[in-house]
Nanobody, 122 residues
Framework: HVQLVESGGGSVQVGGPLRLSCAAP????MGWFRQVPGKEREGVAA????????YYVDSVKGRFTISHDEAKNTLYLQMNNLKPEDTRMYYC????????????????????WGQGTQVTVS
């Protein structure tokens, strides 16, 4: 597995934007998860690089955009119109398949993960 590195987290006001970055080699599926301490990690967005196609959970549709720059080996998550409930630790992950889904978090169970970056919205 490869150790991924997230960056871009921080504190932002309600309604503001934030962009997360993840240094990661291109993989079959690349995505973002988030977690509140003591609760299960939840999928946020996933990017199927072979299509390419993006997937989002309903709570972030229309606000978040996942993208991938293959030349820079970087995965992004542009977050707009942030809400207090978006306050979480955010993780990026990659995996070699066969699944790629925002709602099904299991696709990255055996993949590579980053250490996380905190996003706080207030």
């Amino acid at each position: 597995h490869v150790q991924l590195v997230e960056s871009g987290g921080g504190s932002v006001q309600v309604g503001g934007p934030l962009r997360l970055s993840c240094a990661a080699p291109t993989a079959y599926c690349m995505g973002w998860f988030r977690q509140v301490p003591g609760k299960e990690r939840e999928g946020v967005a996933a990017y199927y690089t072979e299509a390419p196609r993006a997937y989002y959970v309903d709570s972030v549709k229309g606000r978040f955009t996942i993208s991938h720059d293959e030349a820079k080996n970087t995965l992004y998550l542009q977050m707009n119109n942030l809400k207090p409930e978006d306050t979480r630790m955010y993780y990026c992950a990659t995996a070699g398949g066969p699944y790629c889904s925002a709602a099904y978090a299991g696709w990255a169970d055996h993949g590579s993960w980053g250490q996380g970056t905190q996003v706080t919205v207030s």
